[in-house]
């Protein structure tokens, strides 16, 4: 059966990809940011995915205003990045899962989700960038499902909505009858805006409360409506959807394995955080405890 | 929709979607260079080409970004248009705010004496 | 405030289409399905709708499947019939009503349902044939909100999950504040299947069960499972969901203004039915009460 | 997912969406004229720019309904493939269930024999 080991929640920011690009990830400005990554990296050197259940936002690649969904699975064998218009190479995405997208796709029109189901699918920087910080300098080894969350749109779903789809891909990935080793990945946010004259507002004390609740009370940030999301959060700060997505598929019971806050990168809070299922801790082996002490 | 309004805020919501659709549908289409290259050549023909309203023209002509967020443009979207012009959202963000792009970048580096001094330990 | 007046049901073979551009209504195959329409229009005639939400399936004019939605809702001011691949000369379509389209979405999305919205729509036969017949000859005198359900790729959304679409739907136009004359149709069905070894199944007996059960219990035809329906209806008779979807609009009670049940057109079992809502009735214009001694 | 399989009958669920996207994707192009003029002219061709599996190429030259179903192809979208070849859903049906197209017309009709009487008096 397969294995949910758990999942990595990071800020997705296109202007990482430029730093990636340019080598720039010692500078004193990057710095900071990607220090985040060594742990991450060391944990899944030890957990070995090899299936990532991508959520994310889509930015206007892949989808536009005549045809919005609220929830977009992809059911794809291949998915590509591509220009998005600033012209910036794009990063290697690894190959789907078509036979899991097909599995997590019925439960949820089962559970009552009202999904667009994708089979050829543009992801852009939000999945592409945080696949290029886990393994960085090569295709991802693993394969991938993306599910893609409005953000942009509003009526966007409720944070309540969100953490409810990620439980059903929850329930989807314990039916699932392989024996894959999947994680999770929830990125975007943290607090940032990019719009208006509040431009660069960021809030670190509700950034706070999300990154301390995400693992032991995920229900508390379904508290917030989400215009109240973008009062706390910036217009695209709402994007703390996906992360709250990704957390309810990791069933209740979850440990902060490493955490990293850092302002600014680019006009954004940049957060980088691990969560293991209490499966993946109960299996117990040497390498999520040491990691378990560092976080 | 909002029951009260955030200030320096604009909701993207149904009423600026449909203001906005032709503008935007103008910047989805810069994701292909080629179309950049035409903008790029020819401005006017090709706003016309995506009937751009005279208020989303006229916020175009004029590079002015709260201009075209009142005429229904969402910052995803124009994101692509700024980049044509070689803006990144620092100066997107300076420009709408009215402070100097240093000024600007120092705030968003400001942003970071909030941080609650707990959380540095995890940092 | 808006007043709702009922819901017209409809089959949307394709071949309709065709008999109305050669002028083919008198003729004896098709006379007894444009038979059903008279009494339809009566009722218009009386009732004087001026928005149709129109509940339908796309059958591969707007919609493939690299982004097909469970449930889509349109949102422009203008749509558009086109070339399906027959050649058929496109019908007339009527405006959008943006409005209360996006009053709507704003409703199902607060209500949980994750709706992919259209700014710009092409909308096949199953809504403009319908339109055709309710006012032939002419552009429809409405305005339209189409909504598309997914009847071509399983997993599709169950009669149960329709039900309640249609019925967020209904609590919308409840609360929508514009003086409007709405009414729903349902259009699709009744029983058929196009392909297969079983092509031409018909099944009268599970018709006459929905058409009995709509006005005043549409729960009963949720208890099927969408293969159950498959397995009475046929492949593409599991277009009655749209059915169930219209009706649910039309809140708790509705009296049967008229109905037409007839075998064959084209591959399809043909029916016609007009329901009336409790408030309608109760407005007690002497026109529907006439119609209603038809019934 | 079907539990049971129904006798004569094709779900079109994931894995016969994935099977089929490249023969869908082909008649999803016939909604447009010009497409379908191009298939006419050199049909080989056609077939390889969408990429069709050996299997549906097969089909598509046999002009077999079922075939074409076996390999991914879903009915609303291959109805507008047998448009081109003048076949309507009659002439498909009787193509798939083996019968002559008038014996299979006889069979829709002779379906209304089944229609209850009671429901009659609302016809
Ligand atoms: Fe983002
Ligand atoms: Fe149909």
Not at chain 1, 51 to 73: C, E, Q, R, S, W
Not at chain 1, 135 to 159: C, F, G, M, Y
Request: glycine fraction near 8%; proline fraction near 6%.
């Amino acid at each position: 059966m397969a294995k949910v080991i758990g999942g990595v929640f990071t800020s997705h920011v296109p202007a990482i990809g430029g730093a990636i690009h340019r080598g720039a990830q010692n500078e004193p400005y990057w710095k900071p940011f990607f220090d985040a990554w060594p742990p991450v990296r060391e944990w899944l050197g030890e957990q070995v995915p090899d299936v990532v259940i991508m959520f994310y936002n889509d930015h206007g690649l892949n989808f536009f205003l005549d045809k919005m969904p609220t929830f977009a699975i992809g059911a794809a064998a291949q998915y590509r990045n591509e220009d998005e218009g600033w012209g910036l190479p794009p990063f290697p995405v690894p190959p789907g899962h078509p036979e899991l997208s097909w599995a997590i796709i019925e439960k949820l029109v089962a559970e009552e989700f009202d999904i667009t189901t994708c089979q050829d699918m543009l992801v852009d920087h939000a999945a592409s960038i945080p696949l290029a910080l886990a393994w960085p300098d090569r295709e991802a080894p693993v394969k991938i499902v993306p599910i893609a969350i409005n953000t942009v749109q509003h009526p966007l779903p409720s944070a309540k909505r969100c953490l409810a789809l990620g439980r059903a891909v929850g329930k989807a990935l314990a039916e699932w009858q392989g024996d894959e080793t999947i994680m999770v990945m929830g990125t975007g946010g943290l607090s940032h805006q990019l719009d208006g004259e509040r431009a660069g507002f960021m809030n670190p004390e509700y950034d706070l409360f999300c990154m301390d609740n995400l693992s032991a009370d995920p229900d508390a940030l379904t508290r917030h409506s989400v215009h109240e999301i973008v009062e706390l959060s910036g217009t695209q700060g709402v994007e703390i959807l996906n992360w709250i997505a990704a957390r309810g598929a990791l069933g209740d019971k979850v440990h902060e394995v490493s955490r990293s806050y850092h302002i600014p990168i680019s006009n954004t809070a940049a957060a980088v955080m691990v969560l293991e299922t209490e499966a993946a801790r109960a299996a117990g082996n040497a390498g999520a405890e040491k990691t378990a002490e560092l976080a | 929709m909002a029951s009260t309004a955030i200030p320096g805020t604009h909701i993207f919501d149904g009423a600026a979607a449909r203001k906005g659709y032709a503008l935007n549908a103008m910047c989805f289409s810069f994701n292909e260079a080629a179309n950049r290259d035409a903008f790029l050549r020819d401005e006017d023909a090709y706003c016309a080409r995506f009937g751009l309203t005279a208020e989303q023209r006229d916020a175009v002509a004029k590079r002015n970004v709260l201009a075209m967020m009142a005429a229904g443009g969402n910052i995803y979207y124009l994101a692509k248009l700024a980049g044509i012009f070689g803006l990144n959202v620092q100066d997107v963000g300076a420009q709408q705010t009215g402070m100097t792009v240093d000024a600007f970048k120092q705030m968003l580096l400001d942003n970071a004496a909030a941080i609650p001094t707990k959380e540095m330990a995890h940092g």
